[in-house]
């Protein structure tokens, strides 16, 4: 089947899908749809486990709702950015540049870059891990596993971009080959958050009302934890507040990250290379919202589950029946060296007297530091074995953990594609496409020694410092660009719905600047260089935008 033939066949179902009713309107947009799910791909990776892991660990079942309504207000700007791309049928990045702004566009680009490459890096690792501690655990400690893994990851998902770029057959076969991914991702969480259900593992009532989103879960700590914190007497005051900020920190930084820079990128590109234009706005929208937000939303909160039933309030995994802990937790130490020094307890610098003296704390203090200590996804693959079994929890685990690691890095990949191309000037180039796909996963062949230690800390600060505090800039600039006159012409919403869409992406603006300024005013002079970055692209991008739009139409024909 042609090119060709594909365009008429999609032509003839659209035509169907708007005359039929809702139900077979929805059934034929499933089948066309595809961009959305490489979005799932990406936004389910090792950052979605981590935080939902954390989530469950710090604020229990009452947190359910934070990363659902995250994904959401990150979707309504992911929406905008996708209904002007098909809208005038143009490149977003030329349009930023024509229209918006260069400095931003340029700001865009190289941040889609310096993310795609530093971000690869880590699924990587993670796929490793998961085939070594999982999967294949007598190659747990094997030290040219890792690469050996790496040059066949790399094969695969090299493969799989090959496909992608050599036309409609292709970028079907790869949008397949994703929604099983991802399908196998939530399948395996989903099967897990089963099996917790039917050992009677799960509070129903509990799970049902984590959903509801409420500000307590932000700011006090749950009833688990608030027992542990009373017992702590008169050091009770800092836990306190050290789980608040703690919880404050995981709930502003889920809204301000729901949706990565390269993400946005991806989006537009992704649907003008399927071809799709103004007829498919409709179904742009639908295809979010069943490859993004059903995916992430079912995987997450099973992940959510499953972490705080057997991590929230809980101590058993990292101390033993003596109150000792189980293995050097030096998140465990750090947080009593912090209830040491605030309440005036002399630590000396010797780290073996140290260690002695943080030893001989209130085992209250232990118990509650023992809490807060962050798992992963081995972790709770051990620990549910006595209720799943051990075979079941580690492959479950093994399979769910590789997938998000597989699909992450092919849409990286596939962005980074996108992105060498236009910086190259040459987006027709499928020469510069497979090439620039290549890049990020080349360099993360050498994952084993460039993500740990001093260089993973090198690449992860300025890398995510700069992905933050552009992500409110990419939103407003999609913002300024859905209200563009000149960009948009007749297809730019007008009355109530112009004032409904410019509210929620404004809700999403807000957000995502207030979760990205908490993060980043934390991380010292990189974090004030970012603040700084965001304020001053902001104030650039209003005023070039205003410039732009206000000049006269025969200045903008010259």
């Known amino acids: 089947m042609t090119d060709s033939d594909v365009d008429a066949r999609r032509s003839e179902a659209i035509d169907e899908a708007e005359l039929a009713l809702w139900p077979r309107k929805l059934l034929i947009w499933t089948r066309l749809s595809g961009p959305g799910w490489l979005q799932g791909a990406i936004t389910l990776g090792g950052g979605s486990l981590a935080g939902a892991l954390y989530l469950g660990v710090i604020g229990g079942f009452d947190t359910l709702w934070v990363q659902p309504l995250a994904m959401i207000l990150g979707v309504v700007m992911l929406a905008a950015v996708g209904y002007v791309a098909l809208s005038t049928g143009q490149r977003p990045l030329a349009s930023v540049n024509r229209h918006i702004s260069p400095v931003l566009g340029v700001s865009w680009l190289l941040a889609v870059l310096i993310a795609n490459h530093v971000w690869c890096l880590p699924q990587y690792t993670l796929a490793q891990a998961a085939v070594q501690q999982n999967l294949l655990p007598e190659l747990r400690d094997s030290s040219v596993a890792p690469w050996v893994i790496g040059v066949i990851i790399f094969a695969f998902t090299a493969t799989i971009i090959v496909f992608y770029d050599t036309g409609h057959r292709g970028i079907r076969l790869v949008e397949g080959v994703m929604k099983a991914l991802v399908g196998l991702i939530v399948l395996a969480f989903v099967l897990v958050v089963a099996l917790l259900f039917a050992k009677g593992a799960l509070p129903v009532g509990r799970i049902l009302a984590g959903f509801v989103p409420s500000v307590s879960s932000a700011t006090q700590a749950t009833p688990e934890l608030q027992a542990l914190i009373d017992a702590t007497g008169?050091?009770?005051?800092?836990?306190?507040?050290?789980?608040?900020?703690?919880?404050?920190?995981?709930?502003?930084?889920?809204?301000?990250v729901a949706v990565g820079i390269n993400m946005t990128f991806l989006l537009p590109y992704s649907l003008l290379k399927k071809g799709w234009g103004k007829r498919h706005r409709g179904l742009a929208i639908f295809d979010l919202g069943v490859g993004l937000v059903v995916p992430f939303v079912l995987a997450t909160s099973c992940l959510v589950l499953a972490s705080a039933s057997q991590f929230h309030g809980q101590t058993q995994d990292v101390l033993d029946e003596a109150g000792r802990p189980l293995a050097g937790e030096s998140a465990y130490y750090q947080a009593l060296e912090a209830r040491a020094n605030a309440t005036d307890v002399a630590l000396p610098d010797d780290e073996t007297e140290k260690r002695?003296?943080?030893?001989?704390?209130?085992?209250?203090?232990?118990?509650?530091?023992?809490?807060?200590?962050?798992?992963?996804?081995?972790?709770?693959?051990?620990?549910?074995?006595?209720?799943?079994?051990?075979?079941?929890?580690?492959?479950?685990?093994?399979?769910?953990?590789?997938?998000?690691?597989?699909?992450?890095?092919?849409?990286?990949?596939?962005?980074?594609?996108?992105?060498?191309?236009e910086a190259l000037g040459m987006p027709e180039s499928r020469k510069a496409r497979i090439a620039g796909a290549m890049m990020p996963g080349v360099l993360s062949l050498f994952a084993p020694v460039l993500w740990t230690g001093e260089t993973r800390t090198a690449l992860f600060i300025p890398a995510n410092v700069t992905g933050a505090s552009l992500i409110p800039i990419a939103y407003l600039t999609f913002f300024l660009m859905m209200n563009s006159r000149k960009l948009l012409g007749e297809a730019r919403p007008t009355g109530a719905k112009r004032v409904l869409v410019n509210a929620a992406m404004l809700v999403s603006i807000t957000v995502a600047t207030?979760?990205?300024?908490?993060?980043?005013?934390?991380?010292?002079?990189?974090?004030?260089?970012?603040?700084a970055l965001l304020v001053v692209l902001s104030v650039w991008g209003i005023v070039e935008f205003l410039r732009r739009e206000n000049r006269p139409a025969a200045l903008e024909a010259a």
Not at 234 to 256: E, K, L, P
Not at 362 to 379: E, G, I, M
Not at 387 to 414: C, H, K
Request: neutral net charge; proline residues 2%.
């Open 234 to 256: 008169d050091a009770g005051g800092f836990w306190q507040d050290r789980v608040a900020a703690m919880q404050r920190d995981r709930v502003i930084g889920a809204f301000g």
């Open 356 to 421: 002695r003296v943080l030893d001989g704390l209130p085992q209250a203090d232990h118990k509650v530091a023992a809490a807060l200590v962050s798992r992963d996804a081995d972790r709770l693959a051990t620990t549910l074995s006595p209720l799943l079994g051990e075979t079941v929890a580690r492959y479950v685990f093994g399979v769910g953990v590789l997938m998000m690691a597989l699909t992450t890095i092919i849409v990286l990949m596939l962005m980074n594609s996108f992105a060498v191309s």
């Open 514 to 531: 207030i979760g990205c300024v908490w993060g980043l005013s934390g991380r010292g002079v990189w974090g004030q260089a970012g603040i």
